[in-house]
């Protein structure tokens, strides 16, 4: 009888990078383990029946959870957060929960149990608007403006002191505009490509907030999913934060026009005034990504598009 496989452990699996990963990680022959409290995640998002993969549904706010959670597994990604900026924004207490405490859970599980590489979701928004109309790089000076950004923020920093203190493996990424299928288009702080999409295919009025010409540095979720993969198995993480973004800008006009030209017109499209604290531009330098991994050529909007228009 061969040895049980040590699970990797997902937190946030069934969301929607952490569902994308938990496939790759599945067709990769890993156990899997997530831990997910379905508060946006979907059991419809993971394939529950497979042998490998055991889902733990639960709040990383709990200590004894996670501690249980970690136990006998091989590395950790940490992708659990409540996703919303703004859900921050009108309650810091309760999303500081989810997306500090969880954090320091993890940290502190991980060093109970002897287990050391971890990777971890940061945003680009911890630079604020520092940096903004240029290639933001990994030095730029931190200005999170959200509990959301000081968040994750902080997570940085408690990672970097595990790893110094108790020899935990961080690998941390600076996601900057994550798309593709699954990103759940239900709120109105959903992804903005989700709710185009999800709107266009529906026929329904879409709403942009500011005059359109405001860019994002979009990055296809398979794309992020091969990163990550190479980090857990990369002999050592890379020391500091990596931006994960192909310092490209897209504006919403251009992906209006895309989505348009790929659907043979768009439904009723109205320019709203911009949302409070929006950052107009958001691009990644992203030098250390393309030293520190071997990233895939970057999959196209146009082409993530038609991923999620059921359209290729
Ligand atoms: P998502 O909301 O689909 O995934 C987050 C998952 O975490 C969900 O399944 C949710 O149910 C779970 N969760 C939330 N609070 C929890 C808690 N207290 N305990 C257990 N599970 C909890 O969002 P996503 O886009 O897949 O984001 C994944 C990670 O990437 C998050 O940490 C997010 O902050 C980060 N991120 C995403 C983007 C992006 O563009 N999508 C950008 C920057 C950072
Ligand atoms: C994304 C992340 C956020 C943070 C940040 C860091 C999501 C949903 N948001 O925020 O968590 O990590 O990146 O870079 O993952 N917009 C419209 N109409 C709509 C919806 C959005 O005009 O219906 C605009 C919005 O005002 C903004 C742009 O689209 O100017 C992008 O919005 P977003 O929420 O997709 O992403 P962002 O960059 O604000």
Not at 131 to 143: F, H, L, R, S, V
Not at 228 to 255: F, I, K, T
Request: aromatic fraction near 8%; glycine fraction near 8%; charged fraction near 15%.
């Amino acid at each position: 009888m061969s040895e049980p496989l040590s699970p990797i452990l997902v937190t946030g699996g069934a969301g929607f990078i952490g569902s994308h990963l938990v496939d790759a990680l599945l067709a990769q022959g890993h156990a899997v383990r997530v831990l997910d409290n379905l508060s946006m995640g979907k059991r419809d998002n993971l394939p529950l029946d497979h042998p490998r993969l055991q889902l733990i549904e639960g709040d990383v706010a709990d200590a004894t959870l996670v501690l249980q959670a970690v136990a006998g597994c091989s590395a950790v990604v940490h992708l659990a957060a409540v996703a919303s900026v703004q859900a921050s924004v009108d309650d810091p207490v309760s999303t500081h929960q989810s997306n500090f405490v969880g954090t320091l859970n993890v940290c502190e599980a991980m060093r109970q149990h002897g287990v050391r590489r971890v990777l971890f979701a940061s945003s680009a928004a911890i630079y604020g608007n520092n940096g903004e109309g240029q290639a933001i790089d990994e030095a730029t000076a931190k200005a999170p403006l959200t509990p959301y950004a000081a968040d994750k923020l902080a997570s940085e920093h408690y990672l970097d002191f595990y790893r110094r203190q108790h020899g935990l493996e961080p690998a941390i990424f600076r996601f900057f505009n994550i798309f593709g299928p699954r990103q759940d288009p239900s709120s109105p702080y959903s992804g903005v490509i989700s709710i185009f999409t999800t709107r266009a295919q529906q026929g329904l009025p879409i709403s942009v907030f500011g005059d359109g010409e405001q860019t994002r540095d979009f990055f296809y979720i398979a794309d992020l999913v091969e990163l990550l993969l190479q980090a857990l198995a990369a002999p050592q993480v890379v020391e500091g934060a990596v931006n994960v973004g192909w310092n490209q800008s897209v504006s919403l006009n251009q992906l209006l026009g895309e989505i348009g030209s790929l659907f043979g017109g768009l439904p009723a499209v109205s320019y709203a005034p911009p949302r409070p604290g929006d950052i107009r531009h958001s691009r990644a330098n992203n030098q250390r990504l393309l030293e520190c991994y071997r990233p895939p050529s970057p999959t196209s909007i146009r082409f993530g598009l038609q991923q999620l228009l059921g359209l290729s």
